[in-house]
Nanobody, 122 residues
Framework: QVQLVESGGGLVQPGGSLTLSCAAS????????MAWYRQGPGKERELVAE???????NYAESVKGRFTISRDNTKSAVYLQMNSLKPEDTAVYYC????????????????WGQGTRVTVSS
């Protein structure tokens, strides 16, 4: 099992920046992919960015060029650097990790953090 705790959210003005952090604990050796999702007011949850264990990344079109996802495997952490923030970026941001274990039986799972709120407003 893996536990995730997000931090770094807050209030920022349009055009500002924030960095979100997510620390994983538990069976961190089983972690493969890591990602950030968000859910804005009245909106569905959406994928923001994801990063593989190798470092390969994918981003939602709406955040390309503005957000950067990174990970530190030695710290079992994933980060989201957010620049040029817009009001539409306002949301609760969640980090996720995908795990895969082979013993005692093959099992894959996705774990979610509790979320950290980002508000972009003047």
């Amino acid at each position: 099992q893996v536990q995730l705790v997000e931090s770094g959210g807050g209030l920022v003005q349009p055009g500002g920046s924030l960095t979100l952090s997510c620390a994983a604990s538990g069976n961190v050796f089983s972690i493969n992919g890591m990602a950030w999702y968000r859910q804005g007011p009245g909106k569905e949850r959406e994928l923001v960015a994801e990063i593989a264990k190798t470092g390969s990344t994918n981003y939602a079109e709406s955040v390309k060029g503005r957000f950067t996802i990174s990970r530190d495997n030695t710290k079992s952490a994933v980060y989201l650097q957010m620049n040029s923030l817009k009001p539409e970026d306002t949301a609760v941001y969640y980090c996720t990790v995908d795990t895969l274990v082979y013993s005692p039986v093959p099992e894959a799972a996705r774990y979610w953090g509790q979320g950290t709120r980002v508000t972009v407003s003047s």
